[in-house]
């Protein structure tokens, strides 16, 4: 039963362009949400946040958006550089359901 | 510079053998998970413990694997015995619970990753 849903394994944009990721769930009770890069051979690192009395959170080239009526979650990360390739996973801390994503592999090309 | 330890980094073993894991979470921190990441599942709870005590481990294959926290600075995620369907990179983390209910920021660990030929 996934929860968190990360439609598409993977992406590939341009350097300097917009790389926009997605995140699906599937219980409108999910209050809090986190995205999580990872680099090959280590572990997860925390990107950023966001609660559900908010529609966005920006911080410096990340920024997530929330639409709660779609139980929809985008990382918009602008502009794309090469050090931002990565598996992306979102994240939902709600309660007793610690639930990934099954990640986004971000390919960022020079 | 607060992290999160884990022991090995890398074991190679054979089917049939036991396999400890350790995990020393960051001081302070009270919330302790133990993931499993494979290709197919992306990252699977596996089992987390809030001050000590196990809150879910549904996620684990009981017959095999068992999870402990001993003390406040120690982990351990056992398979015994092991297959080769165990081969997977095992991520401990820690946090805080968050204000509000739920669990805030997690910090992992680098991973063990497991073979089992």
């Known amino acids: 039963d996934q929860q968190v849903k990360q439609n598409s394994p993977s992406l590939s944009v341009q350097e300097g362009r917009i790389s926009i990721l997605n995140c699906d769930y599937t219980n409108s009770m999910f209050d809090y949400f986190l995205w999580y890069k990872k680099y090959p051979a280590e572990g997860p690192t925390f990107l950023i946040s966001?609660?559900?009395?908010?529609d966005k959170n920006e911080d410096g080239r990340f920024t997530v958006f929330l639409n709660k009526s779609a139980k929809h979650l985008s990382l918009h990360i602008v502009p794309s550089q090469p050090g931002d390739s990565a598996v992306y996973f979102c994240f939902t801390g709600a309660n007793s359901k610690l639930t990934f994503g099954k990640g986004i592999t971000l390919s960022v090309r020079p | 510079d607060a992290r999160v330890t884990q022991t090995p980094r890398h074991k190679v073993t054979e089917m049939g053998q036991e396999v400890t894991m350790r995990c020393q979470p960051i001081?302070?921190?009270?919330?302790v998970f133990w993931y499993r990441q494979t290709m197919m599942q992306g990252l699977e709870l596996l089992a987390y413990f809030r001050n000590r005590a196990p809150l879910d481990d549904s996620g684990m294959p009981k017959d095999r694997f068992s999870a402990e926290m001993p003390d406040a600075t120690l982990a351990t995620l056992k398979i015994q015995p092991s297959e080769p369907r165990d081969s997977a990179v095992y991520f401990c983390?820690?946090?805080?619970?968050?204000?509000?209910?739920?669990?805030?920021?997690?910090?992992f660990g680098e991973g063990s990753r497991l073979t089992v030929l």
């Open positions: 001081l302070g921190h009270n919330t």
């Open positions: 983390a820690s946090g805080l619970p968050r204000t509000g209910g739920g669990t805030g920021e997690l910090f």
């Open positions: 966001i609660s559900s009395i908010k």
